[in-house]
């Protein structure tokens, strides 16, 4: 069965500092991959998806993460944080045949000044 | 192109009262999906349609929820009757095609239910 595992529940960092959030999956095929968003009050909003090819995905926003499958991990990273990006972010796993998203509890990203 | 539409967006009940949410999902977009997002957690899918047939609700509670959606566009959840568990965000999702792996979801701002 597929899982994901977000470390860290509440990530700080200071504005213009890199962000790295972290998310490692299982699944017993290859696995495809997204990275979601979701600001206060909103719905979540995509920012990047692996299905094949390259491992390092580009997002919006200015964020990218790398598939590596050997360490099954798909981390979320931006060079220099913004005050805008705080939010909350999700990462999610699916698989073929399997038709749905499975997502990670989350990380709430706060940006200090 | 308007996004994923979603009413109430708070609503406010008993314990064993019965609420309904509404969702409108983006225009031509065949598949729509329920998801129950509780606080500190990650969404959890309830129900998944295409068109106007149930692809998946495995994890949906059915002695008390129930989901249709008529003529293949809008959607209706339901909870009857409310438990205090129940409290949540209630996001609706919909993708364009047949809710393949890879496929993008588009998510609505969802209705949140406090269940007192």
């Known amino acids: 069965a597929q899982s994901v595992t977000q470390l860290g529940s509440h990530v700080s960092v200071s504005e213009g500092a890199l962000v790295l959030l972290r998310c490692n999956y299982s699944?017993?095929?290859?696995?495809?991959l997204f990275w979601y968003v979701q600001y206060p009050n909103q719905g979540l909003q995509l920012l990047l998806k692996?299905?094949?090819?390259?491992?390092l995905v580009k997002g919006i926003n200015g964020f990218e993460a790398e598939f590596k499958k050997s360490e099954t991990s798909f981390h979320l990273t931006k060079p220099s944080a913004h005050m805008s990006d705080a939010a909350e972010y999700f990462c999610?796993?699916?698989?073929?045949?399997?038709?749905?998203?499975?997502f990670g509890q989350g990380t709430r990203l706060t940006i200090n000044p | 192109e308007a996004g994923v539409a979603q009413s109430p967006r708070y609503k406010i009940i008993e314990k064993r009262q019965s609420v309904a949410f509404w969702c409108n999902p983006i225009?031509?977009?065949?598949?729509l999906y329920w998801y129950q997002q509780i606080l500190g957690q990650g969404p959890k899918l309830l129900i998944q349609?295409?068109?106007?047939?149930?692809?998946?609700d495995s994890q949906l509670p059915k002695d008390r929820f129930s989901a249709e959606r008529l003529k293949g566009v809008d959607s209706t959840l339901k909870i009857q009757p409310a438990k205090l568990e129940d409290s949540a965000v209630y996001l609706c999702?919909?993708?364009?095609?047949?809710?393949?792996?890879?496929?993008?979801?588009?998510f609505g701002p969802g209705t949140r239910l406090l269940v007192l």
């Open positions: 999702a919909s993708s364009l095609v047949g809710g393949g792996y890879q496929e993008t979801q588009y």
């Open positions: 699944s017993s095929v290859p696995p495809y």
């Open positions: 692996y299905t094949t090819g390259a491992t």
């Open positions: 999610a796993v699916s698989e073929l045949g399997a038709q749905k998203l499975v």
């Open positions: 225009s031509g977009h065949a598949t």
């Open positions: 349609f295409q068109n106007n047939g149930v692809v998946d």
